[in-house]
């Protein structure tokens, strides 16, 4: 698999808490791009975490597919134990993952970089996140990030109805506009490099959806 010089980018952002502000909005579009990609693939990826990616050499690189499947949607058995913190509204409730639960999952992660890796709703257990989530309690982000993007994760990556979120592909194009970042190094080939070890050691499922492979965790 592909190395990242820096490690996991939660561990990575929790050493350097004073990164420069267009580090973190690199960081945000280059996951976006990734998740972008591998949505493209038709691949739900179902963990989307800051702890779930890598940063090497000024790159965002997504990891751990070992609960991904194919898309465009996926029911989950409920006595299954996921990531709660970081699940859709309707996952919580319905145990349904798509195109658009990844994106709620990206809106965490974007939330994750803006606070410099924290593990999100601090203060509050995943019980309680469970039922905060499912009454519309969604959190704040940090002072100093830019509203407009604030306000775009709120609306559009955290909306309780999945057809009221952007695509990935609407997030990248909102965030690389409003950024002025175009993409200079092919982000996509790192992902797909990490796709394919994932596949040949057997941690992602090629085809069926029905594939074994749960993690539990908090």
């Known amino acids: 698999m592909e190395l990242a010089s820096n490690g996991?980018?939660?561990?990575?952002?929790?050493?350097?808490?004073?990164?420069r502000p267009e580090v973190y909005n690199e960081m945000i579009l280059q996951a976006a791009w990734g998740l972008e990609y591998c949505h493209e693939k038709n691949i739900i990826h179902r963990d989307m975490a800051a702890r779930n990616c890598l940063y090497g050499d000024r790159q965002v690189k997504i990891s751990d597919f070992?609960?991904?499947?194919?898309?465009?949607?996926?029911r989950m058995d409920?006595?299954?134990?996921?990531?709660?913190?970081?699940?859709?509204?309707?996952?919580?409730?319905?145990?349904e993952y798509s195109f658009?639960?990844?994106?709620?999952?990206f809106g965490i992660v974007a939330w994750e970089i803006y606070m410099k890796g924290i593990e999100p709703y601090p203060g509050m257990t995943v019980a309680?996140?469970?039922?905060?989530?499912k009454r519309g309690y969604r959190m704040e982000f940090p002072p100093n990030t830019n509203p407009e993007v604030a306000k775009m994760i709120m609306a559009k990556c955290?909306?309780?109805?999945?057809?009221?979120?952007?695509?990935m592909t609407e997030a990248v194009g909102f965030l690389r506009d409003f950024f002025g970042i175009k993409r200079h190094v092919p982000a996509p080939n790192k992902t797909?490099?990490?796709l394919q070890s994932s596949r040949r050691k057997g941690r992602m499922p090629a085809k069926t959806p029905k594939s074994p492979g749960f993690k539990a965790k908090k």
């Open 128 to 133: 309680e996140v469970n039922d905060q989530v």
């Open 78 to 95: 409920s006595s299954r134990k996921v990531p709660l913190r970081w699940l859709a509204v309707e996952t919580l409730l319905q145990y």
């Open 192 to 194: 797909r490099a990490i």
């Open 8 to 19: 996991s980018l939660d561990g990575y952002l929790k050493k350097n808490p004073d990164l």
């Open 100 to 105: 658009k639960s990844d994106v709620w999952s």
């Open 66 to 74: 070992g609960l991904s499947r194919p898309g465009p949607s996926y």
């Open 158 to 167: 955290w909306a309780e109805d999945p057809v009221s979120r952007y695509t």
